[in-house]
Structure formats: C-alpha cells, structure tokens
C-alpha cells in the first residue's frame, strides 16, 4: 500500500463512518498490515468502537463452520443486527496469500453483509493479530455484530477466546473427536457447543460423551455451556443454536462476565500490536548486527554470533 498522509487517513477514516465498502475494504487492508500509520487510523476510528458482539466460530477442518457461518447470518440479521464476518483463512508460508475457498458464495447471496477474509499470517493459533483492529473498522462502520470464523487448523484454535464475547465450538461425530479437543484444550474455550453433521451415526453419543467429559472437567459456576445437534447443510437445528448464543449474551451482560471478557481482549489486541511493532524491531536490529558477510562468516565457523548478540542485550 502506498504511504498515507494524514490528510488521505482523514478522508479514510471519514469513508468507513460513513459505511462505504470501499473505505472499509482499505481499512482493513491497512489494519491488517504492519504500517505504523494503521496506529494513526485507529485513533480516529477509536471514538466510534467496542460496540459490537462478537460471535467466534471455531473448530477442527470439515466440522462445517463455514456452513454454520453461512445458516447463522440471515438469522442474525433477522434479530434486527448488521453483520459484519471475518474468515481467518490458512496462509501459505511463501505467498502470504490467503484462500478464499467458498466465501465468494456470501457477497453474491447475502446482501448487506461485508465479509472479508484475512490471512492468518503463520499463526497457530487459528486467528489473525488482523482481526482486533479489523473488528474496530467494522465496529466504526456501523455493524454490530462480527461474526469471526477461525481457520482449520486442526486443534490450535484457541486465540478465539481473546476476541469473541461467545465462542461457538462446531465438531462432528467421529470417533476420538471428543478426546482429542480435551487433549489440546479446545473444549475448555467453547461458551456453546454444535456437533454438526447430526445425521451421521453416533451424533447423539457423541453429544453425551461431550456432556460427560464436561461434567468430569467440573462444573462451572454460572453458565451452563449447551450442546446442541445441526445438520449446517439444510439448517436444522441452526434457529435453535441462535437462541443459545442470545441467551449467552445475556448472561454475560448481566452476570459482569462482559467486562471481564471485554478486559482480556483489550490486554490481547494491544499486545498484538505491540508484538508486531517488536518483530519489526527485531527484523532491524538483526539486519544492522549481522550482515550478509556476517553471517557467511557464521555459516563457515569462522566468527561466533553469540558475543556480538550478547553484547547487544546487554547495552
């Protein structure tokens, strides 16, 4: 992207208040990328976010989250919301390019939703340090709720939880599925859960295993998190999975758990920020320490690295 003035970030900032898809689209270019001025552009747009109810939908590859995604807008919107989407999609190392895979189907069936795919940049975590400030564009734009939808990337996908004010965790019916979110931890991040694809064999066992292990991890005070059976392909069971993530937002307004939750994002997005302003740092220091005759010389043996490192972490 080619350098901002302040006076194009005015103009820029003004065209997303004003709800244009193509400030929008800037915006989050913008947002998304690593470009000091991005900080410039959310200050203007601060004033105008931490609206929205943010909706995460995660879980491993084939669960059908983006068939899930696709079921929940018309209904949200049907509650009177404007829905914004971010898909986290998986990035290749090289390219840097994200998939869009079958997003195209939203823009063409959807209108007056915006929905936008970032890359995941690497992150194992299966979000985008894109995606705060992403929020805080379509927040500034007027939308709502953001519904977020992780990347596949197998059991990794716990970052969710420091975006999203509910986490919706989609699973299928396949044996050992349940076990090995336990594994990894996944399941202890969901505020709902869907096994989807119900209609394959063993969908209700499941359901009861789920219930099962929960019961065994302990039960948590206050929320109650419920499982409930989809078929995403034909929306079965998908108003009833609405009416848990209303009833989750509730309850969390009026149990104090927004503020606590609200809390941890904040801390995140700024450490996101941070982070990346840090690895930009450390991309410059370590071009200024060691040079290309440098480190051929490492690579021959005949220098050693670590006194010229440790003499710059100690001045």
């Known amino acids: 992207m080619p350098a901002i003035d302040n006076q194009a970030i005015d103009a820029l900032a003004?065209?997303?208040?004003?709800?244009?898809v193509r400030s929008i689209a800037?915006?989050?270019?913008?947002v998304e990328s690593r470009d000091p001025v991005r900080i410039e552009l959310l200050t203007r747009l601060f004033p105008h976010t931490g609206r929205a109810f943010k909706l995460g939908i995660t879980g491993a590859p084939g669960a059908g989250k983006s068939t899930l995604t696709y079921q929940l807008i018309p209904r949200l919107k049907a509650k009177g919301y404007r829905v914004g989407v971010l898909a986290v999609d998986p990035t290749s190392p090289f390219s840097g390019g994200a998939i869009l895979g079958d997003r195209i189907r939203f823009d063409d069936a959807l209108e007056g939703v915006y929905i936008r795919s970032l890359a995941s940049r690497g992150s194992i975590g299966g979000l985008s340090r894109g995606v705060p400030p992403a929020?805080?564009?379509l927040e500034a734009a007027g939308y709502d709720l953001v519904l977020i939808e992780t990347v596949g990337a197998g059991q990794l996908q716990v970052d969710v939880r420091f975006v999203a004010d509910t986490v919706v965790l989609a699973l299928v019916p396949e044996a050992g599925d349940v076990i090995q979110a336990m594994k990894a931890g996944i399941i202890?991040?969901?505020?709902?859960y869907v096994v989807n694809k119900a209609d394959r064999e063993g969908a209700?066992?499941?359901?009861l295993d789920l219930r099962n292990a929960?019961?065994?991890g302990g039960k948590s005070k206050g929320w109650n998190p419920p499982i409930t059976l989809t078929e995403a392909i034909n929306g079965k069971g998908v108003d009833e999975l609405v009416e848990f993530i209303e009833e989750h937002k509730q309850y969390q307004q009026q149990s104090g758990g927004w503020r606590t939750r609200r809390l941890q994002q904040l801390e995140w997005e700024l450490q996101s920020l941070i982070h990346d302003a840090l690895e930009q740092q450390a991309h410059s220091v370590t071009r200024r320490l060691f040079s290309a005759e440098t480190l051929e010389a490492v690579l021959q043996g005949t220098e050693n690295p670590f006194p010229k490192l440790q003499e710059w972490m100690g001045s």
């Not at 800037?26 to 913008?30: D, K, S, Y």
Request: no cysteine.
């Open 14 to 20: 003004q065209g997303v208040l004003s709800g244009e």
């Open 135 to 137: 929020v805080r564009v």
């Open 26 to 30: 800037r915006a989050i270019t913008l």
């Open 188 to 192: 202890e991040i969901a505020d709902i």
């Open 214 to 216: 929960l019961e065994l």
């Open 204 to 207: 209700t066992r499941m359901r």
